[in-house]
């Protein structure tokens, strides 16, 4: 599975949308993007994905760049409960999570 | 609340010990998935069950084993406990073992080993 590299931390105000980067420029093509958070040692949640299309869902949107090499993952309008480490992806066929080291997102009021 | 159960929540106990480790998967999932967290380590996987049967095997230390029961929950044993254990340890689970965006993650347990 290709490697990713995400920013360690970010700032985001209550309200205003969160823009989380993520670098995967070794991702081969049949390697899917995903987005996990853990709220303070709670159990991994499951975002988002996405192949090559940008993807909405009721928790965020992720845009993956043409080349696949990048994505951001948006929360539209951050909440303080959002605070919490990101947690970006690659896999193909992998049916087993790793998570490397993350970005925390503290949501400030 | 993702319908995944764990117990306990925190567990401290001595080098050289044993403990258990036990998941209650959401109601209708076949799929148990034991995962380690560490602060050094990031999120490693363990050991994946279905349906009772060993599904695949990740970075499990020999001291570890786990068995997924009839009723479908879900142990972990860990014996000759090393302060390197200590970690989170959850539990996932899925209703078929498939993609992993299925995976539901239990509240974990936090083994300290003194």
């Known amino acids: 599975d290709a490697k990713t590299t995400q920013p360690p931390s970010m700032d985001c105000a209550e309200g205003r949308a969160a823009n989380l980067p993520c670098n995967h420029s070794?991702?081969?093509?049949?390697?899917?993007v995903y987005w996990y958070r853990q709220i303070h040692s709670q159990g991994p949640q499951y975002i988002i994905h996405?192949?090559?299309n940008n993807e909405t869902n009721e928790m965020a949107s992720l845009i993956i760049t043409e080349d696949r090499k990048s994505s951001t993952l948006i929360l539209p309008h951050a909440t303080l409960r959002d605070t919490a480490v990101y947690y970006c992806?690659?896999?193909?066929?992998?049916?087993?999570?790793?998570f490397g080291s993350g970005t925390q997102l503290t949501v400030l009021p | 609340d993702s319908g995944v159960t764990q117990t306990p929540k925190h567990l401290i106990t001595a080098t050289g010990q044993r403990v258990t480790l036990r998941c209650s998967p959401r109601s209708g999932d076949l799929s148990v998935y034991w995962y380690q967290q560490s602060l050094d380590q990031g999120l490693q996987f363990l050991i994946q069950?279905?349906?009772?049967?060993?599904?695949a095997k990740g970075n499990i230390l020999e001291r570890f084993s786990a068995q997924q029961f009839p009723d479908l929950h879900s142990e972990l044993n860990l014996s000759s406990l090393e302060l390197g254990d200590s970690a989170l340890y959850f539990c996932a689970s899925s209703p078929r073992g498939g993609a992993i965006y299925e995976q539901y993650f239990g509240p974990g347990t936090r083994l300290t080993v003194t």
């Open positions: 992806i690659v896999a193909g066929s992998a049916r087993q999570l790793t």
């Open positions: 070794t991702i081969s093509g049949n390697e899917y």
């Open positions: 069950y279905y349906n009772g049967e060993e599904r």
């Open positions: 996405g192949l090559k």
